[in-house]
């Protein structure tokens, strides 16, 4: 065994920073017999931040909950609301050339029906009315959203739930949300500029040099500067993975739009195709975020512009959107000597699944389950660099998924993404295998995020199984089917019936009634623009350590750490 780290030194702040810290910090001291290890954040007063994940998946939940914060105060502090799913608007045309829409939900009843995937017999027979499509045969949160219901009851506290959810909120807010968790638990926070970086004669990172402080040395560097990878990128070098040829969009455009109609709030996200790309509408307590991303090969900034503003209609009145250039792709080790990225300098992949959040939690906790000593076991690195790659080729699939199999021919854009774009051959070998079967997933399937439900809903969704006749479908009867319907129709019914209206939800949840305070700035989905939460003038170098003095006005879900059970926790 070699020296153990007894610092680790994180590299810029945001969403990916104070998450990477607040976790840490909760789980590699909260619990320790020994040396606390300590947790260092160096955030820069001087360069803007870039908040990651406005619209989240289900696995958030669980992240907050481990993480012991209250759930009704994240929601008051980061104007949060629920999300059941992604409606998408305009991917696909029907017969006529008329625009479809689809849910990806989060929440699906997929078991199997007499031996066989029940997406079987959806294929051989279809739905009831009322159920034409496939998403609303399998899941209840396609109802829940159309009638404009929240996933739990008013008498929940918090994490409890009747629906699988996720949830919209401020990154800006958020980042600084985590911070106060962050700095209340023992993180210390320094606020300095990164002037320059030594290594020593393994190339390993020894030291920060500190515009303010001067030189810090280091063990173990998250680096989590953005696009930019300070370290990772201008000082280690680490190769990047390019995905613009399996993915066209490099640009977006950003601005936020007030409510019209508050009370009835959707509980989803909202994807709407245009002629070059796709709109996001995120719906926050307080404001609602929107944006095009799009590819500069088939719109100037320009043309973007009025697409855009065009398609807002009356909300886009003044409206300035501001262009925001992105990067799609990987590192090809985000592990690397000392030194490890997460969040963007990591990669990133556009935030059409929201799996941004995702990402620099799964990211963290591979960290820990692979935590090294200053020696830095290359295997430990190995196993980091091969999940994380793969999970990231994972996501990347699912979103090319839902380009490639478009059927729209209004537009040179969606013609190139379906014909001309590469399609990495881990995808191209799963869509030949649903060409044939149409699989359940189980023990022996080893998927993150996206499994063959989300698949087959998507897919079948946009009429890619329509001409397949598949050799399962001989051993399936209709009575089975009906029988499902019926009970699918009487489970959806009973838990319709317990869901308040979204709105009224949030109201009851945050215990407030004042009306929504209007914010200002601008979003990109996954993006948040720069809101400096401290003052530049005169900025002096600081060193914050957590202490009761500071007063964080943090309300935590279990205020005694020692009778926490821990016995039972799983962090992936």
């Not at 909260?30 to 001087?46: C, D, H, M």
């Not at 900034?301 to 992105?326: C, N, Q």
């Not at 020696?375 to 091969?386: E, H, I, Q, T, V």
């Not at 319709?496 to 009306?515: A, C, D, I, M, V």
Request: proline residues 5%; negative net charge; charged residues 25%.
């Amino acid at each position: 065994m070699g020296e153990q780290i007894d610092e680790i030194t994180i590299v810029g702040g945001g969403t990916a920073g104070w998450l990477t810290a607040a976790f840490l910090v909760r789980y590699m001291n909260l619990r320790s017999e020994e040396k606390p290890t300590k947790v260092t954040l160096i955030e820069s007063p001087n360069v803007p931040t870039i908040g990651v994940g406005e619209a989240t998946v289900p696995t958030m939940v669980s992240l907050l909950a481990s993480l012991g914060i209250s759930e009704k105060d994240f929601f008051k502090r980061c104007n949060t609301t629920f999300k059941l799913g992604v409606r998408f608007s305009n991917w696909n045309h029907d017969a006529n050339g008329n625009p479809t829409s689809f849910y990806h939900p989060f929440e699906t009843t997929d078991s199997q029906l007499a031996g066989q995937n029940p997406a079987y017999h959806f294929h051989k027979y279809g739905g009831p009315p009322g159920r034409e499509n496939i998403d609303q045969c399998f899941s209840v949160c396609v109802a829940a959203i159309e009638k404009k219901l929240g996933p739990k009851g008013l008498e929940h506290g918090d994490y409890e739930k009747h629906l699988n959810y996720a949830y919209h909120l401020d990154a800006g807010k958020f980042a600084g949300f985590l911070k106060e968790v962050s700095i209340e638990r023992g993180v210390n926070h320094v606020l300095d500029d990164v002037d320059d970086v030594e290594q020593d004669e393994r190339g390993f990172i020894s030291a920060l040099q500190l515009q303010r402080q001067g030189r810090r040395p280091v063990e173990l560097v998250i680096d989590c500067t953005g696009f930019r990878g300070v370290i990772i990128n201008q000082v280690l070098k680490v190769p990047f993975h390019d995905y613009s040829k399996y993915l066209l969009n490099n640009r977006a455009l950003a601005v936020q739009i007030p409510h019209r109609d508050l009370e009835n709030i959707e509980p989803c996200t909202t994807s709407t195709a245009l002629g070059a790309g796709w709109v996001w509408r995120v719906p926050l307590y307080n404001r609602i975020g929107t944006g095009y991303v799009f590819s500069n090969h088939f719109r100037t900034d320009e043309e973007a512009t009025v697409e855009f503003l065009s398609h807002l209609g009356a909300d886009g009145k003044d409206a300035e959107p501001r262009t925001i250039p992105i990067r799609v792709g990987r590192l090809e080790r985000a592990w690397e000597k000392n030194c490890i990225a997460i969040g963007l300098s990591a990669g990133f992949i556009e935030p059409l699944e929201s799996t941004a959040i995702y990402m620099i939690d799964n990211f963290v906790k591979l960290l820990l389950v692979n935590f090294p000593d200053k020696s830095f076991a290359p295997g430990l690195a190995k196993r980091f660099n091969d999940d994380t790659e793969r999970m990231m080729e994972d996501i990347r699939d699912f979103i090319i998924l839902h380009y490639c199999a478009n059927n729209r021919q209004d537009s040179e854009y969606w013609r190139v993404a379906r014909e001309e774009m590469v399609i990495p051959d881990s995808l191209k070998s799963r869509l030949d295998d649903f060409k044939h079967t149409l699989p359940v997933t189980t023990d022996f399937d080893r998927s993150f995020l996206f499994e063959n439900s989300s698949y087959i809903l998507v897919l079948g969704s946009k009429g890619y199984f329509d001409d397949v006749k598949y050799p399962a479908e001989r051993f399936i009867a209709k009575q089975d089917w009906d029988h499902r319907m019926a009970e699918t129709d009487a489970h959806e019914n009973r838990i319709l019936s317990k869901l308040p209206n979204h709105y009224e939800l949030l109201r009851s949840f945050r215990g407030e009634t004042p009306e929504p305070v209007a914010s200002t700035g601008v979003s990109f989905g996954g993006f948040q623009g720069y809101q400096p939460t401290v003052s530049t003038a005169g900025a002096q170098a600081t060193v914050q350590f957590g202490s009761a003095a500071m007063k964080p006005a943090i309300k935590f879900a279990k205020k005694d750490a020692d009778k926490e059970d821990f016995s039972g926790s799983n962090i992936l």
